[in-house]
């Protein structure tokens, strides 16, 4: 029994000799403390043991390295108890755009790479705005907005500008613009720039930019624009499609070979003349009042669907007819120029000028036109015209026709009249008033006389 009991001892003394348990301890730093918390912070772990750390970066910080006990960038680390572990992990605040400024308290994010930043993470050219357009710049000065011609100008006070008005300053560069993201109001009319970025400007409602040297305009960005005037520049094209609260659009002048309007339903008042289109869908246009499309090469023009039309100017188009008897609400239709065998103006009684010289009509209805103050039909193949319904008229021209006959005698308001040329046309018959007094802006042909009746 002694025996056995001094061999058991012999074995524990023996076991724990051989084998003793051994700890070490782990004690994580965090620097800066309220950058972020690592997992385990701490603890007795056995000797060999593999213990993973895991940092947890506070809100604004990033997890930067380990140092003490540990090293490396890895996220989470592995140690091998071997020793006593003091470790710390490393955080650091979060900066973004990598300028050396801390995003919490970086006013410029997105800082370029490489640019110098002031304390509040900004580089110059972020605060400033590139102006390279000395005209330009003048007129930001003269503005208030500047104060030295150096090619720049502080963002901060051009960036909540609503409205400026360029127009007539000799820029030729209006780079710059973009940053003016405010606008509401982009007048730079007159003016010599060849290129115009309006992309930033999105706010803009009415954007007016006509007489320069434009070839490209960009408006898809603005579809908040209700007015757009780019007359006279060098446009070949024009995407209005995403403009689809424009009211009034004066794209004439340029050289565009086709006009898309279709989603410009709001479109008021459309002038595109003197372009080179050779077709014109206005047929969703339905609230035009105002279509001015002359100096084109229309074959044809509908215009049934626009019963809101006050004013139609189609000349100096190949238009062989024209069907203007849904628009009873025009007072001006001007069609000179075309090559219309026909007019019918029998449903435009609100009509009170109407323009067809110089097209290829042989008769010619106004009996219903008695608001009429304005009759030009010189140029055609008049042999027959009667006014008499017309007593409103003031002025007629109606020159270089086939007139047989005239009779004015109901015309008390006319002062001007041109029916030269007109060389079958011997008496003009009048009313005794009238040929007691003939108005000095009268003119015929030295064959023709007036007379009281004509035979
Ligand atoms: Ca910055
Ligand atoms: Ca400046």
Request: charged share 15%; hydrophobic share 35%; glycine share 4%.
């Amino acid at each position: 029994m002694k025996k056995i009991i001094v061999l058991l001892i012999f074995l524990v003394v023996a076991c724990s000799k051989d084998d003793p348990i051994i700890q070490y301890s782990i004690t994580v730093q965090v620097t800066p403390v309220e950058g972020g918390s690592v997992s385990p912070s701490s603890g007795m772990f056995n000797e060999g043991t593999s213990i993973s750390l895991l940092a947890t970066p506070s809100a604004e910080y990033i997890f930067k390295n380990w140092s003490g006990g540990a090293n490396g960038k890895s996220n989470p680390t592995t140690v091998v108890m071997k020793s006593n572990k003091s470790i710390t992990a490393v955080f650091e605040k979060k900066d973004t755009d990598s300028d050396g400024v801390a995003d919490d308290v970086d006013m410029c994010p997105n800082t370029p790479a490489g640019e110098t930043v002031d304390n509040n993470g900004c580089s110059n050219s972020q605060k400033y705005t590139y102006v390279p357009d000395d005209n330009f710049e003048q007129a930001l000065i003269d503005f208030g907005y500047d104060d030295v011609i150096d090619d720049y100008v502080l963002t901060s006070n051009i960036d909540d500008v609503t409205s400026i008005y360029l127009n007539g300053k000799e820029i030729s560069d209006l780079t710059g613009i973009e940053n003016f993201v405010a606008l509401n109001e982009l007048i730079c009319e007159q003016n010599q720039f060849t290129s115009l970025d309006v992309s930033q400007n999105t706010s803009l409602t009415d954007l007016i930019c006509s007489e320069n040297l434009l070839t490209t305009l960009d408006v898809s960005q603005n579809t908040a624009l209700t007015r757009l005037d780019c007359h006279n520049n060098q446009l070949t094209s024009l995407n209005v499609s995403q403009n689809t609260d424009l009211e009034v659009l004066h794209v004439d002048s340029n050289e565009l070979t086709s006009l898309d309007v279709s989603n410009n339903i709001a479109l008021t008042d459309l002038l595109c003349y003197e372009n080179q289109l050779t077709s014109l869908d206005v047929s969703k246009n339905t609230y035009l009042t105002r279509l001015e499309c002359y100096g084109n090469q229309l074959a044809s023009l509908v215009v049934g669907q626009n019963t809101a039309l006050k004013s139609l100017d189609c000349s100096s188009n190949k238009l062989t007819s024209l069907d203007a008897s849904q628009n009873i609400a025009l007072t001006d239709l001007q069609c000179d120029n075309n090559e219309l065998t026909t007019l019918d103006v029998s449903q435009n009684i609100a009509l009170t000028n109407l323009y067809c010289n110089i097209n290829q009509l042989s008769s010619l209805d106004v009996s219903q036109n008695i608001a009429l103050t304005g009759f030009f039909c010189l140029g055609n193949k008049l042999t027959y015209l009667d006014v008499s319904q017309n007593t409103s008229l003031v002025q007629m021209k109606c020159s270089n026709n086939e007139l047989i006959s005239l009779d004015l005698s109901q015309n008390t308001a006319l002062t001007v009249l041109d029916c030269r040329i007109n060389y079958s046309l011997y008496c003009i018959q009048v009313n005794a008033t009238q040929l007691s007094n003939i108005p000095t802006g009268w003119n015929k042909d030295d064959i023709a006389s007036y007379a009281l009746t004509c035979n």
